[in-house]
């Protein structure tokens, strides 16, 4: 079976519709789905519903339910900061063996080019904010790609496939807090650090910089945590996550 679901198909569809469910807090942590009653919601057949409740169980947001069908995850704190420091490990590992296998800085064209514009983006607004999104996304694949390895790959996109592990789960719920700006030039002045590192073949270096980014989301998800629940909805998948320990 094939890895890439097309979008313009029906199961494409139905994934999306099923995604945006599961983190816009459509449905609830705990809440069975049934195939019947979603081909009646999203107006597909149900073979592209399998798929698409196979592919999230996949991904780690749904699992098989007992008595038929597929139950909405819960993930706890500790849940959460295991993915995010698995994410810093993964991320790390990347850079360092970017800066081993760079054959020419010639390779680092693309993620400088993100990154330079993403440093034009002096703050975010609703004009600019779905570009830094998606440079932000850019400079984390490029990162991967730059490591030459489709192990290590598969291995991060199986991980970011959990909403708030993803290298930009935090960036719109981080522009609502009193810090925003401090947190960017933070996380901006990271970003150049690894390159820098990636450049000189620096691999030990580069690899503990972007783990110290990785650790960034873990700062900025502790900052909504402990602030007001509107900020909190911001973060993709918010409703899936246990906060009741969180003291």
């Given at each position: 079976?094939?890895?890439?679901?097309?979008?313009?198909?029906?199961t494409g569809r139905?994934?999306?519709?099923?995604?945006?469910?599961?983190?816009?807090?459509?449905?609830?942590?705990?809440?069975?789905?049934?195939?019947?009653?979603?081909?009646?919601?999203?107006?597909?057949?149900?073979?592209p519903i399998r798929?698409?409740?196979?592919?999230?169980?996949?991904?780690?947001?749904?699992?098989?339910?007992?008595?038929?069908?597929?139950?909405?995850?819960?993930?706890?704190?500790?849940?959460?900061?295991?993915?995010?420091?698995?994410?810093?490990?993964?991320?790390?590992?990347?850079?360092?063996?970017?800066?081993?296998?760079?054959?020419?800085?010639?390779?680092?064209?693309?993620?400088?080019?993100?990154?330079?514009?993403?440093?034009?983006?002096?703050?975010?607004?609703?004009?600019?904010?779905?570009?830094?999104?998606?440079?932000?996304?850019?400079?984390?694949?490029?990162?991967?790609?730059?490591?030459?390895?489709?192990?290590?790959?598969?291995?991060?996109?199986?991980?970011?496939?959990?909403?708030?592990?993803?290298?930009?789960?935090?960036?719109?719920?981080?522009?609502?807090?009193?810090?925003?700006?401090?947190?960017?030039?933070?996380?901006?002045?990271?970003?150049?650090?690894?390159?820098?590192?990636?450049?000189?073949?620096?691999?030990?270096?580069?690899?503990?910089?972007?783990?110290?980014?990785?650790?960034?989301?873990?700062?900025?998800?502790?900052?909504?945590?402990?602030?007001?629940?509107?900020?909190?909805?911001?973060?993709?998948?918010?409703?899936?996550?246990?906060?009741?320990?969180?003291?």
């Amino acid at each position: 079976m094939k890895n890439n679901i097309e979008f313009g198909s029906q199961t494409g569809r139905a994934l999306f519709a099923l995604r945006e469910m599961l983190l816009k807090g459509e449905v609830v942590a705990g809440e069975r789905l049934s195939e019947l009653a979603l081909v009646a919601r999203l107006n597909v057949s149900r073979t592209p519903i399998r798929l698409a409740l196979d592919r999230l169980s996949h991904e780690g947001l749904l699992e098989p339910s007992p008595s038929g069908g597929f139950v909405v995850c819960e993930f706890t704190l500790a849940d959460i900061w295991d993915a995010l420091d698995m994410r810093g490990v993964l991320e790390g590992t990347a850079a360092r063996l970017a800066a081993e296998r760079l054959v020419d800085v010639t390779e680092l064209r693309q993620i400088r080019e993100y990154q330079r514009e993403m440093d034009v983006i002096i703050r975010h607004t609703l004009d600019t904010f779905a570009r830094y999104m998606d440079l932000n996304e850019g400079f984390h694949t490029e990162l991967v790609r730059l490591a030459k390895s489709p192990m290590l790959e598969r291995s991060l996109k199986h991980l970011t496939s959990l909403p708030f592990a993803h290298p930009s789960a935090m960036v719109f719920a981080r522009s609502k807090l009193p810090r925003a700006g401090e947190l960017m030039t933070v996380g901006q002045e990271h970003h150049h650090a690894i390159l820098e590192a990636i450049e000189d073949r620096q691999g030990m270096r580069a690899e503990a910089l972007a783990r110290e980014h990785a650790r960034l989301s873990r700062r900025n998800l502790e900052s909504v945590l402990s602030g007001d629940s509107e900020v909190l909805n911001c973060v993709p998948g918010a409703s899936l996550i246990r906060t009741a320990s969180v003291m």
